[in-house]
């Protein structure tokens, strides 16, 4: 796949939450990404790994605030959330080894990255979304 500098990367509106503390946070991450895209944008070389660093780290936060959200929800499928949080961690800490392999991040990195966010986002935390609005908790 190519990129080029007007590629940015969009959440579809369908990953709206519908919990601002969730919601904020899934876009700062998806903005963090696209100000990464921008910076590869304007150079030559690769960008400087310590950038994946602090968007797995935000990644890593956001995950641990979300699942404090679901055990305060009473989310029956708590286990099985951290477990798909933990997947896409250990998923990012390989794509950082690979990254530091060759040398820095590349776009296609930044897009791997963009996957593991709607990961999250589209593939798992609808799930909580459901729950909510089932128990009334969410409208
Ligand atoms: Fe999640
Ligand atoms: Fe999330």
Request: hydrophobic fraction near 50%.
């Amino acid at each position: 796949m190519e990129f080029t500098a007007m590629s940015v990367f969009k959440l579809p509106a369908a990953a709206e939450f519908g919990l601002d503390a969730i919601d904020t946070e899934h876009r700062e991450i998806a903005d963090s990404i696209n100000a990464c895209v921008e910076m590869a944008a304007k150079v030559t070389t690769r960008l400087d790994l310590m950038l994946f660093h602090d968007l797995r780290q935000k990644m890593a936060d956001h995950f641990l605030h979300e699942e404090t959200i679901m055990q305060q929800a009473g989310f029956p499928w708590l286990s099985e959330h951290q477990a798909h949080h933990q997947k896409i961690l250990v998923r990012l800490a390989a794509l950082v080894t690979q990254c530091g392999d060759k040398g820095g991040i590349e776009l296609v990195d930044l897009a791997a990255m963009f996957e593991s966010l709607i990961d999250d986002v589209l593939r798992a935390d609808l799930a909580f979304k459901t729950f909510l609005y089932e128990k009334n908790l969410l409208r």
